[in-house]
């Protein structure tokens, strides 16, 4: 067999196999098969769900809103206790972490790939909203009180000023541009950082994943601007 046929040959086969992976992303929420998992009737759950896509939303809230409620408990624990900024900010990453480690299905279903076909509503953007409502209290709080850092960033690129301003509106209104850059980039940072935790790959870059998690939150809060 020649090195070509071969060639040829391993190139279908994987073309074939990263099809076949593509399955993964499917979801099976068959409401007759979800009931008679869960030892109801049908009938009675389609009360509550009477299609895919709405047991799907549920569950979609659901997990937003419990990690909301994580972050929200962990908030409230620092501002009693009088934590720094920082230390604030910390502690509601901490509390995202903490819930996505004890819950990666619900973690993955709300920030792993989206589900074909599935638009969210938006109810669901408002609940997963509360997290980040979270951290910028904590920047808010710090701009109120001018214990703020003074961000003298470089003026931004054309496309970045564009992100900018689409954020500037919404939550993150009221916020200096720099500080709203950053925010965005520290919540994708945030979420990289959880990821890469519950699916299994930080075992080969940190021995002590809590610490490791600790001090990079912490940096992002120096990234944005919190004081210590």
Known sequence: MTDQLTDDIRTRITRQAVRR??????????????SAAAGTDPERA?????GTWDLLTALVLDAYNAMSD????????????????????????LG???????????????????????????????AGARTVL??????????????AVRLDDAP????MRANVSALSDGLLKGLPDPVIARMLVAW?????????????HIA???????????????AMGTYVGLPG
């Open 46 to 50: 389609r009360e509550s769900f009477p």
């Open 70 to 93: 994580s972050a929200e408990a962990a908030a409230a624990r620092a501002r009693a206790e009088d934590a720094s900024p920082v230390g604030r900010w910390t502690a509601i990453c």
């Open 156 to 159: 931004l690129p054309d496309g």
């Open 21 to 34: 992976l593509a399955g993964r992303r499917s979801v099976d929420l068959d409401l007759a098969a979800v």
């Open 204 to 218: 080969g870059v940190a021995a002590d994943p809590a610490a490791f998690f600790s001090y990079a939150a912490a």
């Open 134 to 147: 979270a951290l910028l209290d904590v920047l808010r709080d710090a701009h109120a009180s001018g214990t």
């Open 96 to 126: 995202v972490r903490g819930w996505a480690l004890a819950h990666p299905d619900e973690y993955a279903l709300i920030w792993g790939q989206p589900v074909p076909g599935y638009s969210a509503p938006p109810e669901t953007m408002a």
């Open 188 to 200: 994708t940072q945030l979420h990289g950082m959880v990821a890469f935790e519950v699916y299994g």
